[in-house]
């Protein structure tokens, strides 16, 4: 098994950062992918960005592009996400996955799963 903590979400104003961090432990030699999903009110889990180990791989949603920044350290099996710009439409529950993905942007291929963190962005 792999566990997954998530740390860094809160609340900031439109156009501030936040940072979100994941910390792995166990079997963490299963994990090729780490990525980050979120889920606001209503709506459906979304992917947000990804990271493959093996060759420093990033994956984004159009949504985020060159406002976040996902990265990985391998010697500490910790990914981050750094959200920059943020707008309201970010706020949600964000979740740190982990596994071997056939579909990086597919939440349901991901078999490690943390338990979440909210991040509220005010206007």
């Known amino acids: 098994q792999v566990q997954l903590v998530e740390s860094g979400g809160g609340l900031v104003q439109a156009g501030g950062s936040l940072r979100l961090s994941c910390a792995t432990s166990?079997?963490?030699?299963?994990?090729?992918?780490m990525a980050w999903f979120r889920q606001a009110p209503g709506k459906e889990r979304e992917f947000v960005a990804a990271?493959?180990?093996?060759?420093?791989?990033?994956y984004y949603a159009d949504s985020v592009e060159g406002r976040f920044t996902i990265s990985g350290d391998n010697a500490k099996n910790t990914v981050s996400l750094q959200m920059n710009s943020l707008k309201p439409e970010d706020t949600a529950v964000y979740y740190c996955?982990?596994?071997?993905?056939?579909?990086?942007?597919?939440?349901?291929?991901?078999?490690?799963r943390g338990q979440g963190t909210q991040v509220t962005v005010s206007s």
């Open positions: 166990g079997r963490t030699f299963s994990v090729y992918v």
């Open positions: 996955v982990a596994g071997k993905p056939v579909l990086v942007r597919n939440y349901g291929y991901y078999e490690f």
């Open positions: 990271i493959r180990w093996s060759s420093s791989t990033t």
